[in-house]
């Protein structure tokens, strides 16, 4: 086949169409059998009517909103710490000359690879003996001095023109005074950017979540989700179908509405 | 300010990222490698120095290596299976067609889900009898499979939802790269009247190098790391066939409570993960485009 003006309508086009069902098939099934009837739902009944009796259902029999609540905090608890943690630290990567600088950085972005899911165990045990078991700082903890955040705001920080910093410090402003007022603002896209990445990262975490918490009042939504689906607990296909549906609700909606931010924000975190 | 109030500065700055990441990444990664050389202690009887031990129990135990033998296929298939799937949708995406947007968004969608709740939705896939693939199937007068059941078919159904998470993310990496080739090199290439395959193979694919080897080192990490799904679908079972290492540590831990196993368990993900660092950090010299 030739290059250029190829058809609007075309064999690619279908073809990405298709695969484009495919892929949010799972998708739409959810939707499809969390509002019919369990009976309806696996019969694809087109004329079967819709119910909203397994949301009400689902609703009732765990505590959603505390679940909601509780991922609310984390994503939030994790967020501020990371801001604080990687600015700094950032920033000392960024602008100061010291000794051991170099070798530093590069433990740093070696942390990169030790991924905190892989070290479950000792941090399980570190988190337990300070006395943070079940508890949401101790489950934002471990990713608070993330090297991806440090590392993005490093770049950051090194892209803003020293003229900017020297014009502040005419005017007689300190390091911090400099941090807040210059390199803060010219960074913002990328800490727009690495918000969303992080809060949907941890939005979504899962297997750490499920070690360090043990009660109603810290675990996430993701933990709830796990609880209510359990195959011992008996629920049938619409019951999860409709849990699900109301766990992601939040985020999938964020992310539809900003997709364009979003989109960008993963792309930025990657190739910078 | 002088270098040496400069450097104290600086160290002030770094002290707490510095504290984080010393409790949670340094010392933990130490305190495994520690751990896994005693045995498990109990009240009556104090853990000792085991040498390597544990090691030594996780070669002889079928299990491990069956362990491992998974994760190498997981590994083998969702890779390459998923960044061509990623690459196709990018060039697709970049395409001019209808509904174009929907389509990119179709694509993405799955990424922003936790693998907890795409579990759950392929559930509804995969059950015996009512599930999606069953009645498909059973339309060509197939008999009904379980999918998750049957040791044969398992690890293949846990691949395929891998692949569906995570292709689409890749595919925007690629889709931001495919934006950067100067669009003067397709119109030459339609003056000199070059077939679509060639263009692609000649001159988009080697362009996308760099950032196939980013998206390739992602989706190595993703294969230690995506274990979440299995919670929901197989817990392993049956029989190991979905066993996975990550999933095979947390079970040693906290199901076995059995710590220096899983610590030396630990130990082998390190070295894996180690040398894919090392890997990358060579790339990153070589100045491939990812810094």
Redesign the interface.
């Known amino acids: 086949m030739k290059l250029g003006n190829s058809p609007l309508i075309s064999l690619d086009s279908i073809g990405a169409l298709f695969l484009a069902l495919a892929w949010i098939s799972p998708l739409l099934f959810a939707i499809w059998a969390a509002f019919h009837e369990p009976t309806h739902a696996i019969d694809f009944d087109l004329a079967a009517p819709w119910t909203l009796d397994n949301i009400r259902a689902v609703w009732s029999q765990a505590p959603w909103l505390t679940y909601l609540a509780n991922t609310i905090f984390l994503v939030t608890l994790v967020l501020a710490g990371q801001f604080l943690l990687c600015t700094l630290a950032g920033f000392a990567f960024a602008r100061f000359e010291f000794r051991g600088r170099e070798v530093l950085f590069l433990m740093v972005l070696l942390q990169l690879f030790i991924l905190p899911e892989v070290l479950i165990v000792e941090n399980y045990a570190i988190v337990s003996n300070i006395g943070l078991f079940d508890t949401t700082l101790g489950m934002a903890m471990p990713y608070m001095a993330s090297a991806f955040g440090i590392f993005l705001l490093r770049q950051a920080f090194k892209a803003v023109p020293r003229e900017l910093e020297d014009a502040a410090r005419v005017e007689g402003a300190t390091w911090m005074g400099v941090l807040l007022k210059v390199y803060v603002p010219v960074a913002r896209p990328t800490y727009l950017a690495y918000a969303l990445v992080s809060v949907a990262t941890h939005w979504n975490n899962f297997l750490w979540p499920l070690i360090i918490t043990n009660s109603t009042d810290t675990r996430p939504l993701t933990i709830g989700l796990s609880l209510f689906g359990a195959p011992e607990s008996g629920v049938d296909i619409s019951m999860i179908s409709a849990a699900t549906l109301m766990t992601i609700a939040p985020l999938l909606l964020a992310f539809l509405i900003f997709q364009r931010q979003f989109l960008q924000a993963f792309i930025t975190s990657g190739i910078k | 300010?002088k270098?040496r109030s400069?450097?104290l500065?600086?160290?002030m700055?770094?002290f707490?990222?510095?504290?984080?990441?010393s409790?949670?990444?340094?010392?933990?990664?130490i305190?495994?490698l520690w751990?896994s050389l005693f045995t498990r202690g109990s009240a009556r009887r104090p853990a000792k120095f085991n040498e390597l031990g544990n090691y030594a129990d996780l070669f002889a135990d079928p299990v491990t290596w069956k362990v491992i033998g998974n994760n190498l296929i997981y590994a083998g298939v969702t890779i390459p299976v998923s960044i061509a799937i990623a690459l196709?949708?990018a060039l697709?995406?970049d395409?001019?067609?209808?509904?174009k947007s929907?389509?990119r968004?179709?694509?993405?969608?799955?990424?922003?889900?936790?693998?907890?709740?795409?579990a759950?939705?392929?559930?509804?896939?995969y059950?015996p009898g009512?599930g999606?693939f069953d009645?498909i199937i059973g339309v060509f007068g197939f008999d009904s499979v379980n999918w998750l059941g049957q040791p044969e078919t398992a690890l293949w159904s846990i691949i395929l939802v891998t692949i569906?998470k995570e292709s689409?993310?890749f595919m925007?990496?690629y889709?931001?790269a495919l934006q950067t080739i100067p669009p003067e090199l397709?119109e030459a290439?339609?003056i000199e009247?070059?077939?679509?395959?060639t263009?692609l193979r000649r001159v988009v694919l080697p362009l996308l190098m760099p950032t196939t080897l980013?998206v390739l080192v992602?989706a190595l990490?993703n294969s230690?790391?995506l274990?979440?799904h299995l919670?929901?679908l197989t817990k392993g079972g049956p029989d190991n066939a979905t066993k996975l290492i990550?999933y095979y540590?947390?079970e040693l831990?906290?199901s076995y409570l059995d710590?220096p196993h899983?610590?030396a368990m630990?130990v082998l993900?390190?070295i894996a993960?180690?040398i894919?660092?090392t890997i990358?950090?060579r790339l990153i010299d070589k100045r491939a485009?990812?810094?």
């Open positions: 300010m270098p400069q450097s500065y600086a160290w700055l770094l707490p990222a510095l504290v984080l990441l409790t949670f990444a340094f010392y933990p990664s305190a495994t751990s196709l949708m697709w995406a395409s001019r067609m209808p509904a929907f389509v968004t179709a694509y993405f969608t799955p990424t922003m889900l936790p693998m907890i709740a795409a759950n939705l392929w559930l509804f896939f059950t009512i999606l009645r569906w689409g993310f925007i990496f889709l931001a397709k290439a339609i009247g070059t077939s679509r395959w263009y980013f992602n990490i230690v790391r274990i979440d919670f929901i990550l540590i947390w831990a906290f710590a899983a610590a630990t993900v390190l993960l180690g894919v660092a990358q950090f485009h990812y810094r």
